[in-house]
C-alpha cells in the first residue's frame, strides 16, 4: 500500500513510498525519528524477512524531494521484495545475499534515474536469535554500536550506491551482546552547523553523536533517537533545517 496525499486541485497526486512499521522483535527494539518536513532523501525502512531476520535500510538518495521521490520508491521495492527472496531461506549466507542485495538496489537507482544519483546506504540483516548484525556500509555516515567496551564505528565498505553499476560493497558481520545499542543517522546530522557557521569545524560531526550515544541513559530506541536530534537542534540554535535529519536506532534488550 502506497499512501497518497491530494492537493485542492483535483489532478494533484503525490505518491510517497510505504511508510515504515517496524517489526516486532524478540531480544531487540528498534524505533527511528526524523525532524521537520521530509525535504531531501533521506529514507529509512524494516522489514521482516524470515522468522528470525530483520532487514533494516538507511538511505540517502540526493536532490531534493520532489525529484528523487520515484528513486525512493523504486529503491524500496528491491529492498523489500528482493530482500524478502535473499533472506527466506534458513541456510543462507549473509553476507553474500547482503552484497546481491545492494548490488540489485545500486542498479535500480541508476535505471529509475536515467543516469547517476549518489545514494549512500547503510543496510543490515539483525538475526535475532544469534543477535548478529550482517550489513554493508555504502558510503553512508558510520554506524555507531555502543557496547560495555564503549563505541565502535561500522565504517563505510564500498562506494554510494546509483554511480556505477558494476559497483558493489562489502559486508560484514558483528555481534550484539545485551544492551548494546545500534545508532544510525543521516548526514543531515552529522553536517548540521551551528549559528555562526563559520568552517566545517563547526558541523555537529560524529563525535558529538557519539557523546550523546555514551551519555544516553535510556537505553529505549526511540529515546535515544530523540536525545540525538535534540542534541543536533540545541547545537544549531533551532535554525531553519536545510536538510533531513534523520536517526535509527536498534537495540538487544536480551
Not at 524470515?50 to 529492498?79: C, K, T
Amino acid at each position: 500500500m502506497r499512501s497518497l496525499f491530494k492537493s485542492n486541485g483535483p489532478a494533484a497526486v503525490t505518491v510517497e513510498p510505504v511508510p515504515t512499521i517496524f517489526p516486532k522483535i524478540d531480544g531487540a527494539e528498534i524505533a527511528a525519528v526524523f525532524v521537520g518536513k521530509r525535504m531531501a532523501g533521506d529514507f529509512y525502512d524494516s522489514v521482516r524477512v524470515s522468522p528470525e531476520r530483520v532487514l533494516i535500510g538507511l538511505l540517502d538518495i540526493a536532490g531534493r524531494r520532489e525529484s528523487n521521490r520515484d528513486l525512493l520508491i523504486a529503491a524500496q521495492e528491491v529492498f523489500r521484495n528482493s530482500g524478502a527472496e535473499l533472506f527466506s531461506r534458513a541456510d543462507i549466507n549473509e553476507a553474500d545475499a547482503m552484497i546481491e542485495l545492494n548490488h540489485l538496489i545500486n542498479r535500480r537507482v541508476i535505471e529509475a534515474s536515467s543516469g547517476v544519483r549518489s545514494c549512500p546506504a547503510f543496510t543490515a540483516c539483525y538475526h535475532e536469535k544469534l543477535g548478529t548484525l550482517c550489513y554493508t556500509n555504502a558510503g553512508h555516515t558510520p554506524g555507531l554500536i555502543r557496547d560495555s567496551k564503549g563505541i565502535v564505528e561500522l565504517e563505510s565498505t564500498g562506494l554510494p550506491l546509483g554511480l556505477f553499476s558494476h559497483a558493489t560493497s562489502d559486508a560484514r558481520m558483528v555481534g550484539l551482546e545485551e544492551d548494546a545499542a545500534l545508532l544510525l543517522v543521516s548526514h543531515g546530522v552529522v553536517a548540521c552547523e551551528g549559528p555562526r557557521r563559520n568552517s566545517a569545524s563547526d558541523e555537529f560531526g560524529l563525535d558529538r553523536v557519539k557523546a550523546v550515544l555514551q551519555k544516553a541513559s535510556s537505553m529505549d530506541a526511540r529515546a535515544l533517537c530523540s536525545s540525538v536530534l535534540n542534541s543536533v537542534a540545541d547545537y544549531s540554535a533551532n535554525i531553519p533545517l536545510c536538510d533531513d535529519r534523520t536517526a535509527l536506532a536498534l537495540i538487544r534488550t536480551i
